[in-house]
């Protein structure tokens, strides 16, 4: 009972402290992002201090100095400018290389091609950077020179995986570099500072994070505050402490790093925008915005291809939640707005209804009366439609009872006839067998007699068809019928189209005449046709349909 007391006590001491650690630790990241907030907006006054040493600088080069003090006093320029303006560093890169060859120095047009490495990587000039590092003469090779030659093939190779990020490459890069930090420490005493941050470097390679940061911390402790290398000793101790899982750590860690760098007007620099993008995934946009903005500033400032293909990354990410983020309170905003706007609209449309409610209901009893009247009309209307209908279906009526009777004279003839022939076979008359079936009199009178009764059948179905034929075809085209004559072989034709026989084959043969005729009436008068785009035949038959009624309410 005791032994289960004292572990209750025990986790709970452990859980306070754990809430104790982790609260500090998060004052301690708002309290570096509120300092970087107001390094940010004050950011002009470092940027002044800057220009105020080189100012100093370029004063005291204005002066008759011997070309030693000039290549020393330019070379300071230098550094001041490659991790402050690319373009600026190089002009003066470009002034040192030309006092070393008058001079005749190859030491210093070394040093100075040394610089020129430093800017060339920081701009992303990695394969001109390199070859300018394979082509030194070395010589010349002072113990210092050797430090800073394997430093600037350290720097690049470092940048190079930062750009590349591809496993299939980055291993051998990550090779070179444990090499080249290798190389540096051959050159460097073992207690010199500079070592251990090498040293540290190396571990961390191998993967022992523990000793890389004793080492690196050891360094950090050597370095002026607020400068790019206190900046950058501060970057990688942040990145040791992600490493380990200390998140709250490595943050603060990130945020020294970036404060340092506004501090000391360095615009080439990682960690502001790292800085940005850990405030993004914590949903802080605003200011993940306002920061990735100013690193974007910064490199185009200095013209670092690297920062910028970097930045190029997340920067429309960021963008984009912000837009998202601004237009979320827009149309909160606007929502709110809008809401009151219609609670007030109701108000005043509920007080004019009141009003306006007498009006509204004289208004529909008098709409009822005039759609009572349009009804009322309408159904007129329709009576009068129902009514041509009717007589409609009686004409068909009476035409359908005429065409069958007409059948069956056809069929009573045709008996007769066939009578008359059988007698004629029975008693041999071949010669009146033959006279009777040479002859085309008979077929000629019933086909004129059938011809006729169409013609009289249709138009009283259709009685208006020729002159509604005509309306549709252009003046000096018209048929002219002959006195006497109802409808013509052509006019028939389209008689049959109208009662939907569409077939040339079949028209031809009803009218006894050859297909080529039929197609020929058909192409004539399509050209005959008032309007040419729409097809006539389908115009013809739509002739004497009975218009459908419209209710318009």
Excluded at 157 to 185: A, G, H, I, Q, W
Aim: proline share 1%; aromatic share 12%.
């Amino acid at each position: 009972m005791k032994t289960t007391s004292m572990k209750t006590i025990l986790l709970t001491c452990l859980i306070v402290f754990s809430y104790s650690f982790t609260a500090t630790a998060e004052d301690r990241i708002a309290s570096l992002i509120k300092e970087l907030d107001y390094t940010i907006k004050h950011d002009e006054i470092y940027i002044e201090q800057k220009e105020n040493r080189i100012d100093r600088l370029k004063e005291q080069l204005s002066r008759e100095l011997s070309p030693a003090k000039q290549f020393e006093i330019v070379y300071d320029i230098v550094n001041e400018y490659k991790s402050y303006n690319c373009d600026s560093a190089l002009t003066y890169i470009d002034r040192n290389m030309e006092l070393a060859e008058v001079a005749k120095e190859p030491v210093w047009q070394i040093k100075t091609r040394l610089q020129y490495s430093y800017v060339l990587s920081s701009a992303g000039l990695f394969k001109e950077s390199e070859e300018n590092l394979r082509t030194l003469p070395r010589e010349y090779f002072t113990n210092e020179l050797w430090i800073d030659y394997y430093q600037r093939m350290e720097q690049l190779s470092s940048l190079l995986n930062e750009y590349v990020d591809d496993n299939r490459f980055t291993v051998d890069l990550r090779k070179r570099l444990l090499t080249y930090r290798d190389s540096v420490c051959m050159y460097l005493p073992e207690d010199s500072p500079l070592y251990l941050f090498y040293a540290g470097q190396i571990e961390q390679g191998k993967g022992n994070i523990d000793e890389a940061y004793e080492y690196i911390s050891s360094y950090l402790q050597m370095i002026q505050p607020d400068t790019h290398e206190y900046a950058k000793i501060n970057y990688h101790i942040g990145n040791l402490h992600f490493m380990k899982g200390e998140i709250e750590e490595g943050v603060a860690c990130t945020i020294i790093a970036a404060l340092a760098d506004i501090k000391d007007a360095v615009k080439e620099n990682r960690a502001l925008m790292d800085v940005a993008d850990w405030l993004y995934e914590q949903g802080d946009t605003e200011r993940a915005y306002t920061y990735i903005q100013y690193a974007l500033l910064d490199a185009n400032f200095y013209n670092a291809r690297t920062r910028n293909f970097q930045l190029s990354r997340i920067v429309p990410i960021i963008s984009e939640g912000y837009r998202h983020r601004t237009g979320t309170q827009r149309s909160q905003l606007i929502i709110t707005v809008t809401v009151i706007s219609l609670l007030l609209i109701v108000l005043l449309i509920t007080l004019f209804m009141v009003q306006k409610q007498m009006i509204v209901l004289k208004k529909i009893r008098e709409s009822l009366k005039e759609s009572n009247e349009y009804l009322e009309e309408k159904n007129e209307e329709l009576n009068r439609v129902n009514h041509e209908l009717s007589e409609a279906n009686l004409v068909k009526e009476e035409y359908i009872g005429h065409f069958m009777n007409l059948y069956s004279n056809y069929i009573t003839k045709l008996e007769d006839f066939r009578k008359q022939i059988y007698h004629k076979i029975v008693a041999r008359q071949f010669d009146d067998l033959v006279k009777m079936t040479s002859s085309n009199r008979n077929k000629d009178k019933e086909t004129k007699e059938l011809y006729a009764n169409f013609d009289r059948a249709f138009l009283n179905i259709y009685p208006g068809f020729v002159s509604a034929l005509n309306a549709l075809l252009k003046e000096e085209e018209r048929f002219e019928l002959r006195k006497g004559e109802l409808l013509n072989t052509e006019l028939r034709v389209f008689a049959l189209i109208r009662l939907g026989i569409t077939d040339s084959g079949k028209i031809a043969d009803f009218l006894r005449c050859s297909l080529q005729t039929v197609y020929n009436y058909r192409s004539k008068i399509k050209r005959k046709s008032l309007n040419e785009e729409e097809e006539i035949e389908e115009q013809i038959k739509k002739i004497g349909m009975v218009k459908q009624l419209s209710f318009d309410f």
